[in-house]
């Protein structure tokens, strides 16, 4: 079992920042073991990918949308990942959610359906 617990939305105008975080706590396995990932969705609308990591969190993944603006990133130590999010714009407005999935140290997973743990989402909206 794993407990995901994500903090960090607000309110931001267009080009700035935030950063997200995700807390996990993991019963048996070692967080490291677990690929992670950010999705975001709106209301009425499918939850869309974001950006993805393995356990070892060398190898990141992101939807074209957001590459060179967002960096997602982990620290095992901290039971962590976070997702910084720069130059933000009206259309990133979504509730983020963190998942999670037992996949081994090298494995990004990028499908909704692969990731059986999630966060209870956090609000970001991004004014024009």
């Known amino acids: 079992q794993v407990q995901l617990v994500e903090s960090g939305g607000g309110l931001v105008q267009a080009g700035g920042s935030l950063r997200l975080s995700c807390a996990a706590r993991t019963s048996r396995r070692t967080f490291s073991s677990y690929a992670m990932a950010w999705f975001r969705q709106n209301p009425g609308k499918q939850r869309d990918f974001v950006a993805a990591?393995?356990?070892?969190?060398?190898?990141?993944y992101y939807t074209n949308s957001v590459k060179g603006r967002f960096t997602i990133s982990r620290d095992n130590a901290k039971n962590t990942v976070y997702l910084q999010m720069n130059s933000l714009k009206p259309e990133d407005t979504a509730v983020y959610y963190c998942?999670?999935?037992?996949?081994?140290?090298?494995?990004?997973?990028?499908?909704?359906?692969?990731?059986?743990?999630w966060g209870q989402g956090t609000q970001v909206t991004v004014s024009s």
């Open positions: 990591i393995s356990g070892r969190g060398d190898t990141p």
């Open positions: 998942a999670a999935a037992y996949a081994g140290v090298n494995s990004i997973l990028r499908q909704e359906s692969t990731y059986p743990y």
